[in-house]
């Protein structure tokens, strides 16, 4: 007791009274969240009440949507793992794998002339090729621009990333310019729920999504992942523990450009 009232009294009046807001908007948080949420739950069993088919198509678009913004966030995650940094090119490295992918399955040369049916097949191993590739452009990128900053502030790390991402959003656009390009995915069915008709597309992409986050799950838990959240507290400290700080890059990097194609 003696020890908290000296640390208390220790501390400045202006102190005293941040710690006091904090712990007053902490136990305000509480009932407002709770009110947000019983709110949206009543919200969205009217909807379901009223219009059961069209609740149903909004929620399996809103998961499919909100896989694929998860899967962006969980390479931002990776990265920010491994250096503290958050990687702003992220956004222009999906747009790579995009670019890839509709390069290797228009193009066919890799490997849509093995596989000419089924089609899905062609489209799967073209998503493997480009994906493939995604992680070499990101071995590149951290080989090049990031292995060198190495223990340097993790600002200049970000300025990095954002001139990367200009550069490579700048290379995609001018590569795509105004041309459509079709990714060519081959599931254009739907399944039908009552009344409700669900594109299989949206099913893929939240799956994908939920086995993504499965294996990272599972990966931050290997002596790899455990090595690189050492890296991102400490650069120094890992080195000194003999933890391979650049192959900590090299792995985030290459995941998050796989995971963001």
Avoid at 245 to 257: D, E, L, P, S
């Amino acid at each position: 007791m003696s020890v908290a009232i000296g640390s208390w009294g220790s501390t400045s009046p202006r102190a005293r009274l941040w710690q006091a807001m904090g712990g007053v908007a902490r136990r305000s948080a509480r009932p407002v969240g709770m009110v947000v949420v019983a709110g949206f739950v009543v919200l969205n069993t009217a909807a379901l009440i009223n219009d059961y088919a069209r609740f149903v198509q909004t929620l399996a678009r809103m998961l499919a949507v909100a896989g694929l913004y998860s899967m962006m966030a969980l390479g931002f995650v990776l990265i920010y793992k491994a250096t503290q940094t958050v990687n702003f090119a992220q956004g222009a490295i999906a747009l790579m794998g995009s670019l890839l992918l509709s390069i290797v399955f228009i193009n066919k040369n890799i490997p849509g002339r093995w596989f000419e049916s089924p089609r899905w097949l062609a489209w799967v191993v073209a998503v493997v090729v480009a994906t493939g590739l995604s992680v070499v452009l990101g071995l590149i990128l951290e080989r090049v621009a990031i292995r060198p900053m190495i223990g340097e502030p993790i600002f200049a790390v970000a300025v990095i990333t954002l001139g990367l991402e200009i550069v490579l959003r700048a290379v995609g656009v001018d590569a795509i310019l105004i041309n459509a390009r079709s990714l060519g995915v081959p599931w254009t069915g739907s399944v039908t729920l009552g009344r409700a008709i669900i594109p299989i597309t949206y099913i893929v992409a939240f799956g994908v999504a939920v086995l993504c986050y499965a294996a990272a799950f599972a990966f931050f838990r290997t002596r790899t992942g455990i090595a690189m959240r050492a890296t991102a507290f400490d650069q120094e400290a890992a080195q000194a523990q003999g933890i391979g700080v650049g192959k900590m890059f090299a792995i985030a990097w290459g995941a998050g450009a796989g995971l963001a194609a």
